[in-house]
């Protein structure tokens, strides 16, 4: 399928060390991936959902030690500790590939090799970059066809000699205890050993798009950010696009595909979606900062999603998408898990694979789902999808912006004051735990630009790009911090969420075309509270006080919590982050 030297050489090199029984290269035709579905159903590795109610999806189950990424398996080799920093696991490139190639020899021994040619980002965009993954998984090959552009227009647009990210994976024994997700950034290389779960093995998804491409994007100089991007359009048919970056569980793509609340939605505002996760950001020729949605699929958490809650990603998964560690309804062979509706199946099978009955199901802390169940849907399906997802230059960002779960810290929004305060606002980025996480409740965990398990690199190094970004681009986008989860006395959210976060994305919008002015504070700009629209909206002067308030004391202790946290980059934390953070310091006092 290609005379590229460089793939067909690391291709035998690969072949030599896996010994597959044969190889299969992906062209990316229905043809092929209609066979392929046949077959993994056939030895059941998928299981096929009714085709009338759910057409073209399937089901897969992994095992029960291989449910979610796993951060202490996952390593960044450089040639020294230091280029990888003090947040990432390291060790020797060269012990490293040493201890791979062991539990590599031989692995595919009877299975087939599948060669994935794949695109991040549209085929041919000066945004794009191309991986080869080959792999002897057919679940791993049909999740990247919804997820990257796959096929022979991919070997086209790479050529005779175009470079690629090599990416290996081997499903082996699924043994956690032998259980490697590696990265070398130096040598554009991801290897993959004994697991079967979509984030450690759809190698184009966080470890590409954002661990390598994030090392790729500081030495060439652009960004790759874990970022939704959306639209906002106003009733002139106007649309303004932002990237906003979150923790997990701080309602990420809930804000991607956000419907307005009703009286929003009849004056014409609208939102378009045009990336659930990640974002690739580089500075056009105008000046500004351009962002492309580097993948073509959502592969969203199951448990939480519904009509109520998201109804543009549940439409998504109305077909062509395939489900993994959901439940089953053996009535009719449908998906349901915690938080769809009211109702679990009276004939369930449960993750696991146990049947069931719904009124007393007996899986795991009686979930009939995966806590961490997915769903891979293609983004064409989500009915909110941007015209613009497909543009090969990108599209052009007004604001950046920033968000956590705090109870008492942060206010409902705030602005930064510059493109370096900005990057310190991000740099500062944290969540309080939930009581759904393991461990005390409101423990402040920084994550810096939602990127602390994704930086390809020392962290350090990472917010020095940002600063180093800035002096790049002359018209740039607006940052601003968002806090959806203020809590009042009784421990009640303050503010309603949802849909009604479009009333914040609007007033952002303004400051950036300076419609409207803000008070000034120690932290930045808040928001008058009569540029707000808050018509429709059940909250009393009092409560939007408190929302837009900031307490000194509260801050204080928070510059000695970021003092802390900057402290593990030594001499490294460049010197416009330590500014800030004396900056803020001394307006607090």
Known sequence: MTENKKVLTWLEEMKALCKPEKVVWIDGSEEQLEALRAEAVATGEMIKLNQEKLPGCYY???????????????????????????????????????????????????????????????????FSKIGIELTDSIYVVLNMDIMTRVGKAVIDALGKDGDFVKCLHAKKDVNPDERYIVHFPQDNTIMSVN????????????????????????????????????????????????????????????LAMLIPPEFLKEKGYKVWTVGDDIAWLRVGEDGRLYAINPEAGFFGVAPGTSEKTNFNALAATKKNTIFTNVAINEDDMTVWWEGLDKNPPENAIEWKGAKVNGKEYIAEGNKLAHPNSRFTAPAVNCPCISKEFENPQGVPISAIVFGGRRAKTAPLVYQARDWNHGVFVGATMASETTAAAAGAVGVVRRDPMAMRPFVGYNMADYFQHWIDMGKKISNPPQIFNVNWFRLDDEGHFMWPG????????????????????????????????????????????????????????????????????????????????????????????
């Open 60 to 126: 897969h189950r992994t095992a029960e030690n291989d449910v979610a990424r796993v951060e202490d398996r996952t390593f960044i080799c450089t040639e020294t500790k230091e280029e990888a920093g003090p947040i990432n696991n390291w060790m020797a490139p060269s012990e490293m590939y040493a201890k791979l190639n062991a539990l590599y020899d031989g692995s595919m021994a009877g299975r087939t090799m599948y060669v994935i040619p794949y695109s991040m980002g549209p085929v041919g965009s000066p």
């Open 498 to 589: 949802f849909g009604d976060n479009m009333r914040v994305l609007n007033w952002i919008i303004d400051r950036c075309d300076g419609k409207v002015d803000a008070n000034e504070t120690a932290i930045g700009f808040v928001p008058n509270k009569e540029d707000l629209q808050l018509e429709g909206l059940d909250i009393d002067d009092a409560t939007l006080t408190e929302l837009l308030s900031i307490d000194k004391e509260v801050w204080k202790e928070e510059v000695k919590d970021q003092r802390e946290f900057f402290a593990q980059f030594g001499d490294k934390l460049p010197k416009e982050i330590k500014d800030e953070v004396d900056n803020l310091e001394k307006k607090l006092s």
């Open 195 to 254: 697991s079967a779960y979509g984030g450690n093995v759809l190698l184009g998804k966080k470890c590409f798009a954002l661990r390598i491409a994030s090392y790729q994007g500081m030495k060439e100089g652009w960004m790759a950010e874990h970022m939704l991007i959306l639209g906002l359009e106003n009733p002139q048919g106007e649309v303004k696009y932002i990237c906003a970056a979150f923790p997990s569980a701080c309602g990420k793509t809930n």
